[in-house]
C-alpha cells in the first residue's frame, strides 16, 4: 500500500473485477477519457477516438508539488469525477511505464518508481485504465491524427515543456519508453539545457534558446538518423520565434494537435489495450 492509503497495489484480479461490468464496453467505445499527467498541470477530456477529436472541454488541475503518488491519483479521481466518467480512461505518464509499473522519476517524486500506477489510477477512479509514457501517447495521436499521419521512415515526436519528451516511430511503429530527454549533453541532462522549462529558468532569448534545441537535435541526428521531426509541447505555438534559428539537416514541422495531444494518445492506448487485459 502507498503511505497514508489503504489502497493496494497489487493487480491480482483487479482485471477480472471489471470484465463483466465494463471491460468489453472498452473494446466498443469510441469514446474514452484521456488524461495527460504533466509537470505543472494534470489535464483530462473525453476523446472520440475514431477522429481523436475532443468531446467536452478540457479540465486541467495544477500537478501537487511534491509529486507523490497519492497526490498525483487523487488529482486523477478528480478529473474523473469532473465528468462523472464511468468508462476506461487511458493516462499519460512522465516516466518509463512497463505493464503499468513506472521505472523512472525525473520530474515526478522518487516515490513512483516500481509503484503500478496502472493498477493505482484504476482503483481511485472505480474504471479500467491503461498507463503508458507521456510522450509515447502524444506521439500516438500526431502519427495517427496529426503531423505524422501516414509518415513513414524514422520519426521522432518531441514534446518540449518542463522536460523534453519523446516518441520513436519507425515506419509507424512505436518504440516504447525512450526518454531521449535524458541524453547526455554537454555533462547534463539535455533537457536540463534544452528544455522549455530551461530557456524560462535562465530567461534565454528565442535566438540563444534555439542554438541549445540545435545542439539537441544535431546529437538526435547523429544517433537515429530521422527522416523528420515533429515538434510539440506548449513552447510549439511560438516555433515562428525560434524555429528560424534551428540548423538540422532533418525536416521539422510542428504538432498539429499541440496540447491536446497526450489527453488524445492516452484515449487511443485506452481503447486498444485495455481489452487486452480484461
Known amino acids: 500500500m502507498l503511505e497514508g492509503s489503504s489502497v493496494p ?10 470484465a463483466g461490468r465494463i471491460g468489453k464496453k472498452a473494446e466498443d467505445s469510441m469514446e474514452v477519457l484521456g488524461i495527460d499527467i504533466g509537470g505543472s498541470g494534470i489535464k483530462g477530456a473525453p476523446v472520440d477516438v475514431s477522429n481523436g477529436k475532443l468531446t467536452a472541454e478540457r479540465y486541467r488541475l495544477p500537478t501537487p508539488q511534491p509529486a507523490k503518488p497519492q497526490p498525483i491519483a487523487d488529482t486523477v479521481a478528480e478529473i474523473a469525477r469532473h465528468f462523472a466518467w464511468q468508462g476506461p480512461i487511458g493516462v499519460g505518464f512522465p516516466a518509463v511505464v ?32 491503461y498507463v503508458l509514457n507521456d510522450a509515447d501517447a502524444a506521439g500516438l495521436a500526431e502519427m495517427t491524427f496529426g503531423a505524422g499521419r501516414e509518415r513513414r521512415g524514422v520519426v521522432l515526436v518531441l514534446t518540449l515543456g518542463t522536460g523534453i519528451g519523446s516518441a520513436l516511430f519507425v515506419d509507424g511503429v512505436l ?25 524560462k529558468r535562465e530567461d534565454l532569448s528565442w535566438k540563444k534558446w534555439a542554438k541549445r534545441l540545435t545542439l539537441y537535435l544535431n546529437t538526435l541526428e547523429k544517433l537515429f538518423s530521422p527522416d523528420l521531426f515533429i515538434l510539440g509541447g506548449g513552447v510549439s505555438k511560438n516555433f515562428d520565434a525560434f524555429g528560424p534559428y534551428l540548423k538540422v539537416q532533418t525536416e521539422i514541422v ?11 494518445g492516452a484515449a487511443m492506448a485506452a481503447q486498444r489495450y485495455i481489452p487486452a487485459l480484461v
Not at 497495489?9 to 471489471?18: K, M, P, R
Not at 516504447?176 to 530557456?199: F, K, V
Not at 510542428?254 to 489527453?263: F, S
Request: aromatic residues 8%.
Open 98 to 129: 512497463r505493464n503499468g509499473i513506472v521505472g523512472s522519476a525525473a520530474n515526478i517524486s522518487k516515490k513512483w518508481i516500481g509503484v503500478d500506477a496502472q493498477a493505482l489510477f484504476s482503483q481511485v477512479t472505480g474504471c479500467p485504465t
Open 175 to 199: 518504440v516504447p519508453n525512450c526518454e531521449l530527454g535524458h541524453l547526455e549533453m554537454q555533462g547534463q541532462d539535455a533537457e536540463w539545457l534544452a528544455s522549455d522549462a530551461a530557456r
Open 254 to 264: 510542428v504538432a498539429h494537435l499541440l496540447n491536446e495531444a497526450g489527453i488524445v
Open 9 to 18: 497495489l497489487s493487480t491480482e484480479n483487479w482485471w477480472e473485477e471489471f
